[in-house]
């Protein structure tokens, strides 16, 4: 079989530096993937695009169907729309799956943890529609449609079946936002009693929730979240098993499938070669996994198991970056986990 084609999109901050990393230990792991790279973010403005999201970068995920991506910055209470808003509306990328679990030799205060996040990803107060209402007031809208509730839940209870998963968790506010997140209970209620009854259902309110997940994660096993609430439970879970440096993510729509991961660019520490390329990294594994389902590729799950021995073996021998308590830059990660593949 030919080499997959898969768009990379370096992205901004630790980004280019992150996915330099992965690409290394990909080619390493002899992954069937050639890479189309794109611009997308500051990265696209610096290399002469008048946009932050170019045409051609959307042309070519919609083209090849899979894409690895690097964060992208977007400016605080000012400037343009956030780049990865627009990348998950414009493509209907609707699903962003973030699993979350411990990993041996990372050591946290919980054990045992292994959550998904199912994150709706293209309505609510996320998609940042706000207006000025009068010199005084500013608002912002959250949207929720049926179409879009009913949608991510029938992708999250076709998802928790075909990964053999036994419970379905919705995290809302409906007590407060009855009409919306009313909207959105409505539906995963619906879809549960339908056609998912064998599949365990619960609903928290999401500050109790929130409290639940710090003081025992493991009671939760997949969470379905709408957007804002599913960006911010994210990176509180992230904290659960070591932080936004082991936390992947994939955002799915019908056609096209963005893998990346949960963190940001993470200015702090651009340019330094201190930042963790795990989270992206597994993030490229979901992603070989994928292609290996999709695509009935078994040399991509092959490059994937390759992948995970080789970090799973590096992070139980202390080989680690900063952010886990180690002394390695990105790169040298790298070669540790390259060193450790089977
Ligand atoms: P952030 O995730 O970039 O950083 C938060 C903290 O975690 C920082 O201290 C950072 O150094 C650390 N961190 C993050 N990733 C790390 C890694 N791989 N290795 C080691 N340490 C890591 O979040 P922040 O600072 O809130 O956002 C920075 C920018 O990123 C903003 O412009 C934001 O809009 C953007 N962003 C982009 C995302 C995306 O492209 N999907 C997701 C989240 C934020």
Redesign the pocket.
């Known amino acids: 079989m030919n080499d997959h084609l898969a768009v990379l999109i370096p992205?901004?901050?630790?980004?280019p530096e992150?996915t330099a990393a992965v690409c290394r230990i990909l080619e390493a792991a002899k992954a069937p993937v050639a890479w189309i790279e794109r611009q997308a973010?500051l990265a696209a403005l610096h290399a002469g695009s008048r946009d932050v999201l170019p045409e051609e970068t959307l042309d070519a995920i919609t083209r090849y169907g899979v894409a690895l991506?690097?964060?992208?910055?977007?400016?605080?209470g000012e400037g343009f729309t956030?780049?990865?808003v627009q990348l998950r509306k414009r493509l209907d990328l609707y699903a962003a799956v973030r699993p979350v679990r411990n990993l041996d030799g990372v050591s946290t205060r919980f054990q045992d943890v292994d959550t998904i996040i199912i994150r709706e990803n293209t309505e609510g107060l996320y998609s940042g529609i706000e207006n000025q209402i009068t010199k005084d007031a500013v608002m912002s809208m959250k949207v929720a449609t049926e179409t879009a509730c009913r949608r991510i839940a029938h992708w999250s209870f076709r998802f928790a079946t075909r990964r053999g998963r036994r419970k379905i968790t919705v995290f809302h506010k409906a007590n407060i936002m009855k009409m919306t997140d009313g909207l959105f209970l409505r539906c995963a209620r619906h879809v549960h009693q339908q056609e998912y009854p064998n599949i365990e259902y619960q609903e928290m309110i999401i500050d109790a929730g929130c409290m639940k997940m710090v003081q025992d994660p493991t009671q939760f096993d997949i969470l379905l979240l709408e957007n804002l609430y599913g960006?911010v439970v994210s990176?509180l879970c992230a904290g659960l098993v070591g932080?936004?440096?082991v936390v992947p993510?994939a955002n799915f729509g019908d056609e096209q499938a963005v893998f990346?991961?949960?963190?940001?660019?993470?200015?702090?520490?651009?340019g330094q070669g201190?930042?963790?390329?795990?989270?992206?990294l597994m993030s490229a594994v979901m992603m070989l996994n994928h292609l290996a389902d999709t695509r009935h590729d078994e040399a991509c799950r092959k490059a994937a198991e390759r992948i995970k021995t080789g970090y799973n073996q590096a992070l139980k021998d202390d080989q680690k970056?900063?952010?886990l308590g180690g002394q390695l830059g990105?790169e040298a990660f790298a070669d540790a986990v390259i060193g450790r593949m089977a």
């Open positions: 992205g901004d901050g630790i980004g992150v973010g991506k690097g964060p992208c910055t977007t400016p605080v956030s780049v990865n960006d990176d932080g936004l440096g993510g990346e991961a949960v963190h940001g660019s993470a200015p702090d520490i651009a201190l930042a963790n390329p795990l989270a992206l970056t900063r952010d990105t």
